[in-house]
């Protein structure tokens, strides 16, 4: 399976980056192979100042050893090998009409001492961080999450849209990161799942990307803007700040298990602005986007 | 002793923002009163787009009730009332030259359920952080710091400079915040020194804080700049930003205690950028700075 799936994310890079590319038609990926000292490594690909792409990264790795001490705590297991790889990504265009978007398709494997796996799950998932409230754009893309889940299972698009929202969420500011999307983890064997269904769904999920976010992006990344409306966004992009680095487990696994810091924080936007006590005015286009992060929606 | 520190920073701050002010010549603090649902408040005040200054805040508070479910973890007790006040300062100029500074003087309380004080301590410091590095600049701040303490104890300075570097590390970058000064916690009662006594030190450096940094601020305020000097201003306030929201401890605290969260984040810079794997030219005066934080130095 571990083969199987890494297969799978190195062919996924490849086809999302090239998608991109083809969108921003300006930039490209600049490609960095990275070696981590305790086992494994990763393909960070990044793209700065494009046309559409402000900044992004469509990272992958694999990595294995020991399993560090800090995730040893948080999974309650003792001294155990890992393996665990995974795509991340996150996209920032310019154009503050066009959201953010970032996805995470993942597995884990643990072994004993003899080498045999004792333990395997995937997790993963995609969610949308609009800047400006398009409804049309956050139905497509929730559109485009149900129908890949609904191919498995017609529990799986509630169960984790709503894991989802629980998931991104600024707790210390009392709303959502973006309109989510999906989010699922520990996905196991059962009697009614096999891993390779589990596979299957959450290539199904991988698959779905690009058909999810890049005709937004299409229709948003030339619509005209003003400054007041980058500054909104600089502002917005200070809230997503805040939610990678004090609330999100991948980041914070990442930095406190020595992981390559330039990949793990590729996540973090270009430029951002932190206003005191921003509030957009009544009525506003930017307090509509509020009024939906406060209380999530079911867009479908 | 609580009345009698209250009283000091209230007065203190009134002296702060005075002499902020008169440099900025331009921008003045605006003031926001605010009330904890569980006890206490606060008085925030805060300053933006300045001549000089171009976000700062400096913010009292005095909170009481209960002490947070989370807090009685972090301090090892149960179910006891707390007092605490304190002033907190960050100071984010303009020009790249000039250096964002940082300082807290604070005062804390524990009763049993009598209502009588079963601890008491003081804690508190102040730190510079610049973009460009001009020795003079750290020597004075630093030897402003050592005069307040050598009035006390010969062992403060080099004790307190010492916790200080260790305290301001960001860990997963390997590099310091920024130059150091003070930072003590847990200053007690013992047979050597009264509360009393640590009260005359800690408004010692309260004191201190104009001379030890506004000089700099003069000196500063009026290089000539370019964009890029600037650009490298705002990735290092990235920096600023990655401590903050992942490291520091008041800052977590206030987040998960309730606090309010605009006093407590005011600490973020303005504008801010991340680039991905940036690295200054060899020789330059970026990697000057750099060389430093990556091996805290003596500067007396």
Redesign the interface.
């Known amino acids: 399976m571990k083969e199987q799936f890494y297969q799978y994310i190195q062919n996924l890079q490849d086809e999302i980056t090239l998608a991109l590319e083809a969108v921003d038609s300006k930039a490209t990926f600049q490609q960095?192979l990275w070696e981590r000292p305790e086992g494994g490594g990763g393909r960070t690909r990044?793209i700065?100042n494009g046309n559409v792409i402000e900044?992004g990264?469509v990272n992958i790795s694999a990595v294995h050893g020991p399993l560090p001490k800090t995730m040893q705590a948080y999974f309650k297991v003792e001294d155990v090998d890992f393996f665990a790889c995974g795509l991340s990504l996150v996209i920032h265009p310019k154009n503050p009409m066009a959201p953010t978007v970032h996805a995470n398709w993942r597995y884990f494997e643990m072994y004993n001492k003899d080498g045999e796996v004792v333990d395997q799950w995937f997790g993963g998932g995609q969610d949308l961080t609009p800047y400006y409230l398009f409804d049309e754009d956050a139905i497509h893309f929730h559109q485009t999450c149900k129908t890949a889940c609904d191919k498995h299972d017609p529990e799986f698009y509630p169960l984790y849209k709503k894991k989802c929202d629980a998931y991104f969420h600024n707790a210390?500011?009392g709303e959502a990161r973006g309109l989510g999307g999906l989010f699922f983890d520990y996905c196991k064997e059962t009697s009614e799942r096999t891993i390779e269904q589990w596979y299957d769904f959450v290539t199904e999920v991988g698959n779905s990307f690009t058909s999810a976010y890049v005709p937004i992006l299409e229709k948003r990344k030339d619509l005209p803007y003003t400054q007041e409306q980058r500054d909104w966004q600089?502002i917005r992009r200070?809230r997503y700040?805040?939610f990678n680095?004090?609330h999100d487990k991948g980041t914070?696994f990442g930095?406190?298990t020595n992981g390559r810091?330039?990949s793990i924080?590729?996540s973090?936007?270009?430029?951002?602005?932190?206003?005191?006590?921003h509030r957009p005015e009544e009525g506003s286009e930017e307090a509509k986007l509020l009024a939906v992060l406060k209380e999530p929606k079911d867009w479908l």
């Open positions: 960095d990044v700065e900044k990264g210390h500011r600089e200070g700040v805040e680095l004090v914070l930095l406190k810091i330039e924080l590729m973090l936007p270009p430029h951002v602005q932190w206003v005191y006590d």
